[in-house]
């Protein structure tokens, strides 16, 4: 009758195991035993737990007392619990994040991947000897406390510990657990979440500590700026006094922001804005050109500003000189954006110069007459004592003819100084061989001086297009110099080659060197280099200025 009621169930386990309690007499018992029934003409899949008996007349079997119960709704609940579980390892494993759980009883009775590969040690040997020689000394009460009374009320708990790595660093973990309850609201135990967040804790440690320092650092500006305030009213106070404008200029927009005294040397208005275009129409025709280059030079590469230029007065129409000195300043993209400048009116200095430039061309102009004479006395001398064979004012007489060579020089080089000035030196441009010019003056310096050893080295044929005698000039200075500031004896290397077009002109003497603070001055005109070994060495400082002028 049973398998006429419910045929479905033949070839299903639940009726082998009937069978076999038949057969063997021996009672069974199964729990949660899957067995498929047809229900309203659907196949619906159940679970039982099922108890059979054998029936005996006798000692025969006469059949078998079946017992069933439906657990479906249990057992699915456990394969849904199953499989959230399995769910839940999956998603621990792959978080990245610390992940645990603690049972009822206070263990924990799951770690993840990320766990054991943070801490470097697996989930048997931590059950094993515990927590305690990971978390640091100074934490380990502190944590236990607010677990265990977090545990005792099954409330939530937050905490923030230092254990140590895998590499026995100790990191900073924030610990979180939440609390489980089973479906009849029954302790479960705990799941936790941690995070090593120890980068984090030393940013805000370096916050907090920047934020004393900007504390710190806004009462000392406040200090500054109050100082700040009273220089620059004394740097104000000291232009006046030294009869100097000030102006910032953005080299951007052109605006500029300018002192009165600027505004007044200018001519321009007193009150209101002022743009770059104001100014430079100003400036004189002639200087127009240089005055732009400068800005623009100012501009791209942040070169220092210093100019010196004539301009015409705005309202008096008077032409006055002014020197502009001023730095570039550069923005927080790198950009340069501003000069900061101050101006002077050098018309005095320029007009006293120019007495004094005008005065030198009129002595050297006038010097070289009688000095050409003398020149001509001095040969025609030496001629009558060389046919005399008077040795004694033979020598005499060279010495005398050197020395007014000397001072022919010196005058030519007043006399270009006074030329290059009034823009009246003419370039004579050719082309020539610069390494036979080296030669021939090496030569010369080679049979005049008996002191020093002259050595040349140059590639043949290093041919140039320039003024052959000027270049001559400025070859025979830097060869005189290297003479008259080495000993006696020294060794003079001259070299001259081609490099990526352009003519690489050296020397190198072992004489007395030029320290590092008069660098900078060393082409200023009438400059010369203060010493105990240079006082006596004579010269006016005007060589190496005219050989400046004449390369640029």
């Not at 650092?217 to 006046?240: C, G, I, R, V, Y």
Request: with cysteine; hydrophobic share 40%; glycine share 8%.
């Amino acid at each position: 009758p049973l398998f006429e009621g419910v045929p479905e169930i033949v070839g299903q386990p639940i009726v082998d195991v009937l069978l076999g309690v038949y057969r063997t007499g021996i009672p069974l018992e199964l729990f949660g035993e899957e067995v498929s029934l047809i229900r309203e003409g659907m196949v619906e899949t159940g679970y039982y737990d099922v108890i059979y008996r054998p029936l005996y007349d006798g000692s025969i079997i006469t059949g078998v007392l079946g017992i069933a119960i439906d657990v479906t709704p249990q057992i699915r609940a456990k394969i849904a619990i199953e499989e959230s579980e399995v769910r839940f390892r999956t998603m621990a494993e792959g978080s990245g994040i610390l992940i645990s759980t603690i049972d009822v009883h206070g263990k924990v009775d799951y770690l993840n991947k990320t766990w054991v590969e943070f801490t470097g040690h697996s989930f048997a040997s931590l059950q094993e000897s515990g927590w305690e020689h990971i978390i640091h000394p100074d934490d380990f009460e502190k944590v236990s406390k607010i677990y265990l009374d977090s545990m005792a009320r099954h409330d939530p708990f937050v905490c923030e510990l230092r254990m140590l790595d895998a590499e026995q660093r100790y990191r900073w973990i924030r610990l979180k657990g939440a609390p489980r309850f089973d479906a009849n609201k029954n302790f479960q135990g705990y799941i936790c979440s941690g995070v090593d967040f120890t980068d984090e804790r030393q940013q805000l440690l370096e916050i907090a500590h920047i934020n004393v320092a900007l504390v710190r650092a806004n009462e000392q500006l406040e200090f500054t700026n109050e100082k700040l305030s009273h220089s620059e009213e004394d740097l104000q106070s000291a232009f006046n006094a030294a009869d100097l404008g000030s102006c910032s200029l953005d080299l951007k927009t052109g605006k500029a922001e300018m002192s009165p005294r600027y505004r007044s040397l200018y001519g321009l208005p007193l009150e209101g804005d002022i743009d770059w275009e104001m100014v430079i129409k100003a400036v004189e025709p002639e200087f127009l050109e240089e005055v732009n280059r400068a800005m623009v030079t100012a501009m791209k590469y942040g070169t220092p500003v210093d100019s010196t230029y004539a301009i015409r007065h705005l309202e008096t129409g008077e032409r006055r000189w002014m020197r502009v000195a001023g730095k570039v300043r550069a923005n927080e993209d790198g950009l340069f954006s501003h000069v900061y400048a101050v101006v002077m009116d050098v018309t005095v200095q320029k007009q006293d110069e120019q007495r004094k430039n005008d005065f030198i061309a009129m002595v050297s102009h006038e010097l070289k007459t009688p000095l050409t004479s003398v020149t001509g006395y001095t040969q025609v001398l030496k001629r009558m004592a060389s046919k005399s064979e008077d040795e004694r004012t033979s020598s005499l007489l060279e010495k005398m003819e050197l020395q007014v060579k000397k001072m022919s020089a010196m005058i030519n080089g007043f006399l270009n100084i006074s030329r290059l000035e009034a823009g009246k030196i003419q370039m004579e441009v050719q082309v020539f061989d610069m390494d036979l010019l080296i030669k021939e003056i090496v030569e010369e310096f080679t049979a005049t001086t008996s002191g020093h050893l002259i050595k040349y080295t140059g590639a043949q044929l290093n041919v140039v297009q320039a003024d052959k005698d000027k270049i001559g000039h400025v070859v025979n200075n830097l060869i005189s110099n290297a003479i008259k500031y080495s000993g006696s004896s020294s060794l003079i290397k001259i070299s001259c080659n081609s490099q990526e077009g352009e003519m690489l002109f050296s020397i190198q003497d072992q004489g007395i060197g030029v320290n590092s603070q008069d660098l900078p001055k060393l082409f200023d005109r009438y400059y010369r280099v203060q010493g105990s070994q240079s006082t006596t060495i004579s010269g006016f400082g005007i060589g190496l200025y005219l050989s400046a002028e004449i390369i640029e």
